[in-house]
């Protein structure tokens, strides 16, 4: 497993695999150890995957100061990696919370950025909320599943922000397009391989400065591609359609039947769509 040192000498692991040019791949979580990524739904036959394990996840080491969790310190990490690759410019992907991060890192490094692709991408950074409603309406695609009744409900508790421990818990099946077995182990993974303290750090106050992002984005005339499930109650398509709005010209993929985690729901959809984008 290759490694580098952070400028305050953390020491960050990073993995390699597939063939072709080099995609960095940020993950989400936020602070999930990049494992989860896998090959992206077979993207690894047409490009290598460069998945950063951001510090205290993964093979990366806990930094000494727990303040730099911070999403906007971070930013310095995936330069550092850009740095030890020696490439000039990067092909990045941020999925989920870790769109946060790539949003932060063009905001600050605008000229190192040749293609961006952000899957059901977080929005904080951007400054862009979700209607409950959108979220609802999302949900509302698997109205005919046997579980729908208590997770909607839970779901109606959470948008509501009355939310408990009990009710996130019960919401996470419209995060997946099938809660299968699969999916429910994958489920149960993120919740061990995701560093909780560190999460609670990434978007704390100072975080994000969502004008100066959205001025960043507003001058980004380098090609975007937004990719949505459209049955995500996280990251519902009006949300994604409004985060590709903030671009010059993004173009913006809603997958059919997909959720959170669309490189699994629809893995040859996903891939098509993200490698006809980077070629």
């Avoid at 995609?23 to 290598?48: E, K, N």
């Avoid at 939310?163 to 077995?181: M, R, V």
């Avoid at 984005?217 to 903030?246: I, M, Q, S, W």
């Amino acid at each position: 497993m290759p490694t580098l040192h952070a400028p305050d000498g953390t020491l960050l692991a990073y993995h390699a695999t597939g063939s072709g040019d080099p995609l960095v791949c940020l993950p989400g979580g936020p602070l999930q150890d990049s494992a989860y990524l896998g090959g992206l739904g077979g993207l690894t036959a047409h490009r290598t995957l460069i998945r950063l394990d951001l510090r205290g996840t993964g093979g990366s080491a806990e930094p000494e100061d727990p303040g730099s969790y911070r999403c906007d310190r971070l930013v310095e990490d995936v330069e550092a990696l850009r740095a030890h690759l020696g490439l000039d410019t990067l092909d990045l992907l941020g999925h989920s919370a870790g769109a946060n991060l790539a949003a932060l890192y063009l905001t600050r490094h605008p000229e190192r950025v040749a293609r961006l692709v952000l899957v059901t991408p977080g929005a904080a950074a951007a400054g862009i909320g979700t209607a409950p409603e959108e979220r609802l309406a999302a949900a509302r695609l698997r109205a005919g599943e046997p579980w729908f009744a208590e997770a909607y409900a839970a779901l109606e508790e959470v948008t509501a922000g009355r939310g408990t421990a009990e009710s996130f818990g019960k919401i996470a099946p419209f995060f997946h397009g099938t809660w299968d077995a699969a999916a429910r182990e994958r489920h149960a993974a993120s919740e061990r391989e995701r560093n909780g303290a560190g999460a609670a750090v990434y978007g704390a106050e100072g975080a994000y400065d969502p004008e100066a992002t959205r001025a960043a984005f507003a001058g980004f005339g380098r090609p975007v591609l937004v990719v949505a499930g459209e049955g995500d109650a996280n990251t519902p398509p009006p949300t994604a359609e409004a985060y590709a709005k903030l671009f010059p010209s993004a173009a913006l993929a809603v997958l059919a039947g997909a959720g959170h985690f669309p490189w699994h729901d629809d893995p040859e959809g996903f891939t098509a769509t993200v490698a006809d984008f980077l070629r």
